[in-house]
Nanobody, 112 residues
């Protein structure tokens, strides 16, 4: 059974930072492309960042230069470091494995 468990969300002021974590089980993590998506109220879910098994990364234009995705294969965990956060980054952030499985989501709210 595949499980993706996100953590690290919360309330942060504009300009602040958060690091999201996603612990995976039930998959061969080291060979799986992992990704982060987000969904704001009233909007469609959108891709934020992906990282391949080889460590190649890609980002949505709106987060390029502010967010960094990384992975620790020894811990079966993928991370999303979010810096210079903006109110428009407010959303539920979801972890994805292999473009197939989803976590339950973690709320990120950027507000003063």
């Amino acid at each position: 059974q595949v499980q993706l468990v996100e953590s690290g969300g919360g309330l942060v002021q504009p300009g602040g930072s958060l690091r999201l974590s996603c612990a995976a089980s039930g998959i061969i993590f080291s060979i799986t492309t992992m990704g982060w998506y987000r969904q704001a109220p009233g909007k469609q879910r959108e891709s934020v960042a992906h990282i391949t098994s080889g460590g190649d990364t890609n980002y949505a234009g709106s987060v390029e230069g502010r967010f960094t995705i990384s992975r620790d294969n020894a811990k079966n965990t993928v991370y999303l470091q979010m810096n210079s956060l903006k109110p428009e980054d407010t959303a539920v952030y979801y972890c994805n494995s292999g473009f197939k499985y989803w976590g339950q989501g973690t709320q990120v709210t950027v507000s003063s």
